[in-house]
């Protein structure tokens, strides 16, 4: 079991920067993949970004990897979204997920095992 808390989200204005943290706790694998997806009213959870904890890859989706960067604290094992220039087309629910899934389909929400309860961010224009 892996259980996972995410924490930073709030009201920002558009062109703001924000944090997020998820801090994971249980039987964490250091092969493991640490993935933030986001819930937005009326769509999709969509995919964000992803890091494997003992490489530190990284992937994101091509939309955001210009302002969205996801970094790890092994020593802590907490993952980090750092947001910057935010848009208020940014606001969602923002998950973090756990897997230890390899493949090259990180990006699907059902190769992940474990999920977070989610931190809402507000972007206002």
């Known amino acids: 079991q892996v259980q996972l808390a995410e924490s930073g989200g709030g009201l920002v204005q558009a062109g703001d920067s924000l944090r997020l943290s998820c801090a994971a706790s249980g039987r964490v694998f250091s092969n493991s993949r640490m993935a933030w997806f986001r819930q937005a009213p009326g769509k999709e959870r969509e995919f964000v970004a992803v890091i494997t904890w003992n490489t530190g890859n990284t992937y994101y989706a091509g939309s955001l990897k210009d302002r969205f960067t996801i970094s790890r604290d092994n020593a802590k094992n907490t993952v980090y979204l750092q947001m910057n220039s935010l848009k208020p087309e940014d606001t969602a629910v923002y998950y973090c997920?756990?897997?230890?899934?390899?493949?090259?389909?990180?990006?699907?929400?059902?190769?992940?095992?474990?999920w977070g309860q989610g931190t809402q961010v507000t972007v206002s224009s």
């Open positions: 997920a756990s897997s230890t899934y390899s493949g090259i389909y990180y990006y699907r929400e059902g190769r992940y095992d474990y």
